[in-house]
């Protein structure tokens, strides 16, 4: 009964995932309104047929701006993962096989670095980087790799000692094959699991520096942008704000979902484990 | 217990060591003139080359790398964090005035998060795969995947604009005790409720794991009634990871507070940071992310300890 739900869940977020991202990737081929193109005598117009989520200040349409801004969110949370996930998987697997004093050093960095929150790193590096999306992927990514150095760190650790890589070093593998063949390949569930998990935060913090300001810059739309333009007429017009949200939390949601399926998938042991 | 307390404080200073070598780092590593980079490009050109050769003085630049470092390491340890550039304030003073805010933010959102996540949890654990615990569970994963500012704005425009209940600007301290307070209740379930979410969804779980486990049989089996093996065994062992995920995520909401005190406008250190880049301040941003760290680090220690207390085997490690 429980797997049951829990498979139905996991179906639903994958399913929710899926359609959000297509709806960003291919609706601006479908839904043919320019994001940009302003029409000042429809501003603050609430939703009807023509706008089916109504229109922003400058009477742009909100539909094709959801859907452009999520294009750009959701590409700035997947290629900040892929940042993270690179580093992170190198470091881990060094730190973890290695051991000693790259260890030491390597998972103290992690440790002291992880009891900032992701966002707040994420702010620091972007106020030193400067703005723009190149910056914004690199400061969400770099913020990323502590969690990835651990995860993969201590993965590294449980299989160094198993019985078939204790074998393959006794039938004479060296290390990078070891690594490659048996460690690598071991440690990819868990990393795939991390991602999803990671992928579905990098759109919170996306969104939340946009919402500062301090992400993606206007025209370009973004989720969290646009959410901080409708605040300003909250009270007047609150679409403006609750759209872009909702798709938000949708995706946050279908991702999450989505992530747990996957674990339980991989891992049956972990079968009704929370991540924090 | 002297021990225990001690290797956590001496682990906590390393810390905090730590964690200013690598704000420090980060400003040194990082490419480009942190000097040039705080500078908006537009007056860049046209600032005088002796007002830049100061700034760089007053951060000691043009010393060697490793004396900037030890310079930095001294002031910080003295509590001196430099001059605001834009108000020439001590950082310092800047930080105590607007810690309260941010204090009290953090504490509420904690609050909201133990009161309604760690009772919803139970509920749905004692009545697991009810309508009631789809309901509670369909509630914390949106709590968790919502954006926090943007529960913010949908609380102010139901509760404070629509329902009137709360006031829609905070007025700051001076208003009284008891009006602080109700300011600072919609900030509070904003920050709060994804805490709450996580805290509902562990608790759910972590009791219904301890409730299999061997010493509630026993419990049973010699006779206790379900309250007593509920409320005495099973939740003071249940409760353990939770105490963890509090600590873990008082950290989040101290972070969390940058953007809900943009939302409600709480002059607090989350808006003071955003504001710092804004103006390209230097120093109040360094210094405001250092006080930052510091708090994460202080809480982590209280919750290592308070672990302790809970679970007394953890003690003599």
Same mark, same amino acid.
Request: proline residues 5%; hydrophobic residues 55%.
């Given at each position: 009964?429980?797997?049951?739900?829990?498979?139905?869940?996991?179906? $639903?977020?994958?399913?929710?995932?899926?359609? $959000?991202?297509?709806?960003?990737?291919?609706?601006?081929?479908?839904?043919?309104?320019?994001?940009?193109?302003?029409?000042?005598?429809?501003?603050?117009?609430?939703?009807?047929?023509?706008?089916?989520?109504?229109?922003?200040?400058?009477?742009?349409?909100?539909?094709?701006?959801?859907?452009?801004?999520?294009?750009?969110?959701?590409?700035?949370?997947?290629?900040?993962?892929?940042?993270?996930?690179?580093?992170?998987?190198?470091?881990?697997?060094?730190?973890?096989?290695?051991?000693?004093?790259?260890?030491?050093?390597?998972?103290?960095?992690?440790?002291?670095?992880?009891?900032?929150?992701? $966002?707040?790193?994420?702010?620091?590096?972007?106020?030193?980087?400067?703005?723009?999306?190149?910056?914004?992927?690199?400061?969400?990514?770099?913020?990323?790799?502590?969690? =990835?150095?651990?995860?993969?760190?201590?993965?590294?650790?449980?299989?160094?000692?198993?019985?078939?890589?204790?074998?393959?070093?006794?039938?004479?593998?060296?290390?990078?094959?070891?690594?490659?063949?048996?460690?690598?390949?071991?440690?990819?569930?868990?990393?795939?699991?991390?991602?999803?998990?990671?992928?579905?935060?990098?759109?919170?913090?996306?969104?939340?520096?946009? =919402?500062?300001?301090?992400?993606?810059?206007?025209?370009?739309?973004?989720?969290?942008?646009?959410?901080?333009?409708?605040?300003?007429?909250?009270?007047?017009?609150?679409?403006?704000?609750?759209?872009?949200?909702?798709?938000?939390?949708?995706?946050?949601?279908?991702?999450?979902?989505?992530?747990?399926?996957?674990?339980?998938?991989?891992?049956?042991?972990?079968?009704?484990?929370?991540?924090? | 217990?002297?021990?225990?307390?001690?290797?956590?404080?001496?682990?906590?200073?390393?810390?905090?060591?730590?964690?200013?070598?690598?704000?420090?780092?980060?400003?040194?590593?990082?490419?480009?003139?942190?000097?040039?980079?705080? #500078?908006?490009?537009?007056?860049?050109?046209?600032?005088?080359?002796?007002?830049?050769?100061?700034?760089?003085?007053?951060?000691?630049?043009?010393?060697?790398?490793?004396?900037?470092?030890?310079?930095?390491?001294?002031?910080?340890?003295?509590?001196?964090?430099?001059?605001?550039?834009?108000?020439?304030?001590?950082?310092?003073?800047?930080?105590?005035?607007?810690?309260?805010?941010?204090?009290?933010?953090?504490?509420?959102?904690?609050?909201?998060?133990?009161?309604?996540?760690?009772?919803?949890?139970? #509920?749905?654990?004692?009545?697991?795969?009810?309508?009631?615990?789809?309901?509670?569970?369909?509630?914390?994963?949106?709590?968790?995947?919502?954006?926090?500012?943007?529960?913010?704005?949908?609380?102010?425009?139901?509760?404070?604009?629509?329902?009137?209940?709360?006031?829609?600007?905070?007025?700051?301290?001076?208003?009284?005790?008891?009006?602080?307070?109700?300011?600072?209740?919609?900030?509070?379930?904003?920050?709060?409720?994804?805490?709450?979410?996580?805290?509902?969804?562990?608790?759910?779980?972590?009791?219904?794991?301890?409730?299999?486990?061997?010493?509630?049989?026993?419990?049973?089996?010699?006779?206790?009634?379900?309250?007593?093996?509920?409320?005495?065994?099973?939740?003071?062992?249940?409760? #353990?990871?939770?105490?963890?995920?509090?600590?873990?995520?008082?950290?989040?909401?101290?972070?969390?507070?940058?953007?809900?005190?943009?939302?409600?406008?709480?002059?607090?250190?989350?808006?003071?940071?955003?504001?710092?880049?804004?103006?390209?301040?230097?120093?109040?941003?360094?210094?405001?992310?250092?006080?930052?760290?510091?708090?994460?680090?202080?809480?982590?220690?209280?919750?290592?300890?308070?672990?302790?207390? #809970?679970?007394?085997?953890?003690?003599?490690?």
């Amino acid at each position: 009964m429980k797997a049951l739900v829990l498979r139905r869940t996991a179906l $639903l977020g994958s399913l929710l995932t899926l359609v $959000l991202v297509a709806a960003s990737l291919l609706g601006p081929y479908m839904y043919r309104r320019d994001p940009l193109a302003q029409n000042l005598e429809r501003s603050l117009e609430p939703p009807s047929l023509q706008y089916p989520m109504g229109t922003d200040l400058h009477g742009r349409d909100l539909l094709s701006r959801i859907l452009a801004g999520g294009r750009v969110s959701l590409t700035v949370a997947f290629v900040a993962f892929l940042v993270s996930a690179l580093p992170g998987m190198i470091l881990g697997l060094t730190a973890g096989y290695l051991g000693g004093a790259v260890d030491l050093v390597l998972s103290r960095t992690t440790d002291i670095l992880m009891t900032l929150p992701t $966002l707040l790193l994420a702010i620091a590096i972007v106020a030193v980087l400067g703005p723009g999306i190149p910056n914004l992927v690199l400061a969400i990514g770099i913020a990323g790799i502590p969690r =990835f150095v651990r995860l993969i760190r201590a993965e590294v650790i449980r299989l160094r000692d198993l019985d078939f890589v204790v074998a393959a070093r006794a039938l004479g593998a060296t290390d990078l094959q070891i690594i490659r063949r048996h460690i690598i390949r071991n440690t990819l569930a868990s990393a795939i699991v991390m991602g999803s998990f990671l992928i579905a935060s990098n759109i919170l913090t996306e969104a939340t520096l946009s =919402f500062l300001g301090i992400g993606v810059a206007p025209p370009t739309p973004s989720w969290g942008s646009m959410i901080a333009e409708g605040q300003k007429f909250l009270y007047r017009v609150p679409w403006v704000s609750l759209f872009p949200g909702l798709f938000i939390a949708a995706v946050v949601l279908g991702v999450n979902l989505a992530g747990d399926g996957l674990r339980d998938a991989f891992d049956p042991r972990l079968r009704g484990a929370r991540h924090s | 217990m002297a021990r225990f307390l001690l290797v956590h404080f001496l682990g906590g200073v390393a810390t905090v060591w730590g964690l200013i070598t690598v704000l420090f780092l980060l400003f040194q590593v990082l490419p480009g003139d942190p000097v040039m980079a705080m #500078i908006d490009p537009a007056t860049a050109s046209t600032m005088p080359e002796s007002v830049l050769q100061e700034r760089r003085r007053e951060f000691g630049l043009h010393l060697p790398r490793w004396q900037q470092y030890l310079t930095y390491l001294t002031r910080v340890a003295q509590g001196d964090l430099g001059r605001s550039w834009e108000t020439r304030e001590p950082v310092a003073r800047i930080i105590g005035r607007r810690l309260p805010h941010t204090i009290a933010l953090a504490t509420g959102g904690m609050l909201v998060a133990i009161l309604l996540g760690i009772p919803t949890g139970l #509920i749905a654990a004692a009545y697991r795969n009810s309508p009631l615990d789809y309901a509670i569970t369909l509630f914390s994963v949106v709590w968790i995947a919502s954006p926090n500012f943007w529960l913010a704005l949908l609380i102010l425009y139901a509760f404070a604009y629509r329902l009137g209940w709360f006031p829609i600007v905070s007025t700051g301290l001076e208003a009284g005790f008891l009006s602080m307070l109700r300011q600072l209740v919609l900030p509070s379930v904003a920050i709060g409720l994804r805490t709450a979410g996580l805290l509902a969804r562990l608790t759910r779980s972590s009791m219904l794991e301890v409730l299999g486990d061997d010493f509630v049989r026993t419990a049973r089996a010699k006779g206790l009634g379900t309250r007593a093996v509920l409320w005495k065994h099973a939740l003071r062992n249940a409760l #353990i990871p939770v105490v963890t995920l509090v600590g873990v995520n008082l950290g989040y909401l101290l972070g969390g507070a940058a953007v809900i005190e943009i939302v409600f406008a709480r002059e607090g250190l989350g808006w003071l940071i955003i504001q710092a880049i804004r103006l390209r301040d230097y120093p109040t941003f360094q210094g405001a992310m250092l006080m930052f760290a510091l708090g994460i680090v202080l809480v982590n220690l209280v919750v290592d300890l308070l672990y302790g207390l #809970i679970d007394p085997r953890i003690r003599h490690v």
